[in-house]
């Protein structure tokens, strides 16, 4: 079974462009999460979808980072414009049950986003 | 709110030494507890969690780590370290029932020598 994928591994952009970020879940996971690691700093919660729905997006920074999920499959989150303290490595992660309380989220290998 | 903290940013041990890797947490009530590994290039990768019953939980990768509700502590143990587990490790909660979104601690980044 395929794991959580993540494109790009990489990504480095200029401030002010704009970059968007793949995650495609593990196949029949419903819940979807993304979280993201600045540089030297803990991991962090962004958002959580279940299916489609934003079911949690307490986490986001701000207006310039928007998160979709197309017919509750893959997701992206779109930064712009980038600015500098977007830097860092974005985390997906899903998990197949939802509201039970005993999932287990499985991560991605992460997206570097350098903003120069 | 809930934190997660691993007091030791990095440890370096020798091959075939033992190791601990400490985690506290904050909670008003006993969470769900994980440790993570991230190898280098890789994703993480989930090492053992613990939910409720036995307060010994064994992991992959002959890693183990024990709940103690007095010290609201979480450590992770393996008794003898190979080279492969070289790494960084987070220690993570989230609260009982409902979705877990996920705390995790500042992480430790494992060495080792020869």
């Known amino acids: 079974e395929a794991g959580v994928t993540q494109f790009p591994s990489h990504s480095v952009i200029e401030k002010g462009q704009t970059v968007t970020l793949r995650c495609d879940p593990i196949?029949?996971?419903?819940?979807l999460y993304w979280y993201r690691r600045v540089m030297g700093k803990e991991i962090k919660f962004l958002l959580h979808?279940?299916?489609?729905?934003?079911?949690?997006e307490s986490g986001m920074p701000n207006n310039r980072f928007l998160a979709e999920r197309t017919g509750g499959t893959y997701s992206t989150l779109k930064v712009q414009p980038a600015e500098l303290e977007d830097s860092g490595v974005y985390f997906c992660?899903?998990?197949?049950?939802?509201?039970?309380?005993?999932?287990?989220?499985?991560f991605g290998p992460g997206t570097r986003l350098t903003v120069l | 709110a809930q934190s997660v903290t691993q007091p030791d940013i990095h440890i370096t041990v020798s091959e075939g030494a033992s190791l601990e890797l400490r985690c506290n947490y904050s909670?008003?009530?006993?969470?769900?507890l994980f440790w993570y590994v991230q190898s280098p290039g890789q994703g993480l990768q989930l090492l053992l969690k613990?939910?409720?019953?036995?307060?010994l939980v064994q992991g992959i990768k002959g890693f183990e780590a024990e709940f103690k509700r007095s010290q609201s502590s979480f450590n992770l143990r393996k008794p003898s370290v190979h080279w492969s587990d070289a790494a960084e490790y987070f220690c993570a909660s989230a609260r009982q029932g409902g979705y877990q979104k996920v705390t995790f601690g500042t992480g430790t980044k494992l060495q080792v020598i020869p």
């Open positions: 613990y939910f409720s019953g036995d307060t």
């Open positions: 992660a899903s998990s197949q049950d939802a509201g039970l309380g005993t999932d287990t989220q499985y």
């Open positions: 979808f279940v299916k489609e729905s934003k079911q949690d």
């Open positions: 196949s029949g996971h419903d819940n």
């Open positions: 909670y008003g009530a006993t969470p769900y």
